[in-house]
């Protein structure tokens, strides 16, 4: 089995900074793309940001310059570090990865979700 945990949302102000984590566990052989996604009230979950293995990066257009995605390999975790943050990136941010298992079984894999919320 393979589980995706994300921490560190909370409550913060415009303008202000937050750190998510994502941490993936269990049976994993490889872990290609990870990446990071938001669904804000009424709307369809979007992509905020990838990275793949080899560390190239995407960012939407619409947080490009204010959020940082990373990764340590060595621990299986993956971090957005939004900065400048803005009401509008009010959402609640998924991790996702492609994870290939000890099994050789490959598979997209979403955490729980953890809730941002920022105040003007």
């Known amino acids: 089995q393979v589980q995706l945990v994300e921490s560190g949302g909370g409550l913060v102000q415009a303008g202000g900074s937050l750190r998510l984590s994502c941490v993936a566990s269990?049976?994993?052989?490889?872990?290609?793309?990870m990446a990071w996604y938001r669904q804000a009230p009424g709307k369809q979950r979007e992509l905020v940001a990838t990275r793949t293995r080899g560390g190239s990066t995407n960012y939407a257009d619409s947080v490009k310059g204010r959020f940082t995605i990373s990764r340590d390999n060595a621990k299986n975790t993956e971090y957005l570090q939004m900065n400048s943050l803005k009401p509008e990136d009010t959402a609640v941010y998924y991790c996702?990865?492609?994870?290939?298992?000890?099994?050789?079984?490959?598979?997209?894999?979403w955490g729980r979700g953890t809730q941002v919320t920022v105040s003007a």
């Open positions: 269990g049976s994993i052989f490889s872990i290609n793309v």
């Open positions: 996702n990865a492609f994870i290939m298992t000890t099994q050789f079984m490959g598979a997209d894999y």
